[in-house]
């Protein structure tokens, strides 16, 4: 024990600067590329849940989100596609799997507010919107599509 409470032991100090140290030097070494391409790899997991892609993923299934999904998955794309190499054709292969996906449910729900590829109408002004509010879901969440941040 030390005679200082507010003073936390030296191995818990020093754990603590190793670590601190070990991030800063990660954050010396991470590229932008590399977080766009984890955009997109989330996006794309995110978006096989909302299109109940994913076994036991089937209740969460949302249009809307999963044309977002799209939409910003294919916007990232074009940013870093040329460093991709040929492990592009599987995040090219899984989005081509939502956008399928998406064109499925479209077509079982009626028409759709928007296809992926074109903007999404203007929404009215007013009161909030009358789809009720989600609680924003961790990256964590993501479902085991076919893509994967170790393939990149």
């Known amino acids: ?31 932008v590329e590399d977080v766009i391409v984890q955009t997109i790899v989330t996006l794309v997991n995110l978006g ?12 969460e299934r949302d249009p809307e989100q999963l044309r977002l999904a ?11 596609e040329a460093e991709l190499g040929p492990d592009g054709k599987a995040i090219r292969d899984a989005l081509s799997q939502l956008q399928l996906a998406y064109a499925q449910l479209a077509a079982g729900a009626g028409a759709a507010p928007g296809t992926p590829g074109e903007p999404a109408p203007p929404r009215a002004a007013g009161p909030a919107s009358s789809r009720p509010a989600r609680a924003p879901r961790s ?13 990149v």
Do not use: F, K
Not at 5 to 23: H, I, T, V
Not at 48 to 59: F, I, K, Q, S
Not at 71 to 79: D, V
Not at 139 to 151: N, Y
């Open 48 to 59: 096989g849940r909302r299109a109940g892609l994913a076994p036991g993923t089937e209740d």
């Open 70 to 80: 799209i939409e910003g998955a294919r916007a990232l794309l074009p940013l870093i």
């Open 139 to 151: 990256p964590a969440d993501a479902c085991g599509c076919p893509v994967s941040s170790t393939a």
């Open 1 to 31: 024990m030390t005679d200082n409470p507010q003073q936390p032991p030296a191995n818990e100090a020093e754990m603590r600067a190793a670590y601190e140290a070990q991030l800063e030097q990660q954050l010396r070494q991470l590229r």
